[in-house]
């Protein structure tokens, strides 16, 4: 999700946004679209069936809607004719891994991995660790885990090495800024993960959501220079204001994003006052030591 400053064109977001259900975006990488469409997931989660054999890695399961399945045994047939060898997840929110159980009834049995959290155990799914190096390979692919915190906890982003791509999850999407939720979310680990991400200079980008990006770093800059623009427009704000509220500076900011995304915007703005309060740079005027961020009111230390 994005905004801009007044007379700046309209909002870079995911509404409205369409794709195939089923795309070939490289030799090795073919997409099928998790069928889950929404404000925050746009079309849907791309997942990703990734090598060039007969047996593919699946990244990703979208969030356990009943036509993915479909979706998917269309997208094995275009990769000619693949089955799965196993799964790998980028990180534990819904439209990402809630698949996992229909995709496994469906197919049979298939080792599932991914970066140990502490709310796996709701899942109910019998999970193989997933750390940082760790490489997952298939006839034609190589991925390489990376720890890339910031938009949750448990986040990994895959390197494809036989391309210099990567897999980005939800740190980098094809259209607009990622949200940083207030639960697991958090902008100091996601800006160190970004600049970790930019150092490995990848080619091309593969987006959980929205279209392939041809040039990653120029889109990883472009993902930098808005979270320290978004920063200056919070503190200009404040100073402006004085003492306000989460929605209040939102209003201010968020000028030309649908209010529908007010509050996913919200997260983002409280994200980013908490990054600004950890350096000594706000705070919050609150006496309650467990009132939420985005239910403070915030003023320029």
Not at 16 to 39: F, H, K, Q, Y
Not at 186 to 196: E, F, P, R, V
Request: overall charge negative; glycine content about 10%; charged content about 20%.
């Amino acid at each position: 999700m994005s905004a801009a400053s007044p007379g700046t064109p309209a909002a870079n977001v995911m509404i409205g946004l369409s794709m195939p259900e089923v795309d070939a975006w490289s030799p090795r990488v073919v997409t099928a679209l998790g069928m889950n469409p929404g404000i925050f997931t746009g079309p849907g989660t791309n997942t990703y069936l990734i090598g060039t054999g007969r047996r593919r890695i699946l990244l990703d399961t979208g969030q356990g809607a009943p036509a993915y399945l479909g979706v998917l045994e269309r997208a094995l047939a275009r990769a000619g004719g693949a089955e799965l060898q196993e799964i790998v997840l980028t990180h534990g929110h819904v439209d990402h891994i809630g698949g996992v159980h229909a995709v496994i009834e469906q197919f049979g049995p298939l080792r599932v991995s991914k970066l140990p959290d502490p709310k796996d155990h709701a899942t109910g799914l019998s999970l193989i660790p997933l750390r940082d190096g760790d490489v997952v390979q298939t006839e034609g692919a190589t991925l390489r885990a990376v720890f890339t915190p910031g938009h949750a906890r448990d986040h990994l982003c895959f390197w494809l090495e036989e391309e210099r791509a990567l897999f980005s999850g939800d740190n980098v999407l094809g259209v607009g800024t990622t949200v940083i939720p207030s639960e697991g979310g958090d902008l100091l680990d996601y800006m160190a993960s970004l600049a970790k991400l930019l150092a490995s200079a990848p080619c091309r980008i593969y987006p959980a959501h929205g279209p392939c990006i041809e040039d990653g770093v120029s889109k990883l800059r472009e993902y930098i220079e808005h979270r320290e623009q978004r920063e200056g427009q919070i503190v200009a704000a404040l100073r402006a204001m004085g003492p306000a509220l989460v929605p209040e500076l939102v209003s201010r900011i968020y000028v030309d994003v649908p209010k529908v995304l007010h509050p996913a915007a919200a997260q983002s703005v409280a994200s980013h006052l908490v990054k600004l309060e950890r350096e000594g740079r706000a705070h919050r005027e609150s006496s309650a030591k467990d009132e939420p961020a985005v239910a403070s009111r915030w003023s320029l230390a």
